[in-house]
């Protein structure tokens, strides 16, 4: 305990809860688990879950949360949020090529 440094004993929040009850189960299931945990209840309207600065990465993948010093970057953070996206537009294209498409076939055979 003595080579690590202060940085390491520090108390980070990893998550803020509007309820009391939801950061005890947090805390308790993280407690569990062998991370120290603990209330900050410093916000008057929120409580936090409070950890180790060294343990923050595993109590994040815990609880399922994205670290705090999670480095990457905004690109693929934006791919990661929106995986629906790709499907609706290719299905939005499709859904205004097919008609003209069949418009201008059918104009053809009707001779025009």
């Known amino acids: 305990m003595e080579g690590e440094s202060q940085d390491n004993l520090d108390m980070v929040v990893i998550e803020w809860f509007d309820d009391k009850a939801d950061a005890s189960r947090s805390a308790t299931s993280l407690v569990e688990r062998g991370i120290a945990a603990v209330l900050d209840e410093t916000s008057p309207s929120r409580v936090g879950v409070s950890v180790l600065a060294l343990d923050v990465s595993r109590a994040c993948e815990l609880l399922g ?4 010093d999670d480095t990457r970057d905004d690109a693929a953070l934006k ?3 929106r995986p629906w996206l790709v499907p609706v537009l290719v299905f939005g294209l499709a859904m205004i090529l097919v008609p003209l498409l069949a418009f201008f076939v059918s104009f053809k ?3 025009g």
């Open 65 to 68: 949360l994205i670290p705090l």
């Open 79 to 81: 791919r990661v949020g």
């Open 109 to 111: 055979l009707s001779g």
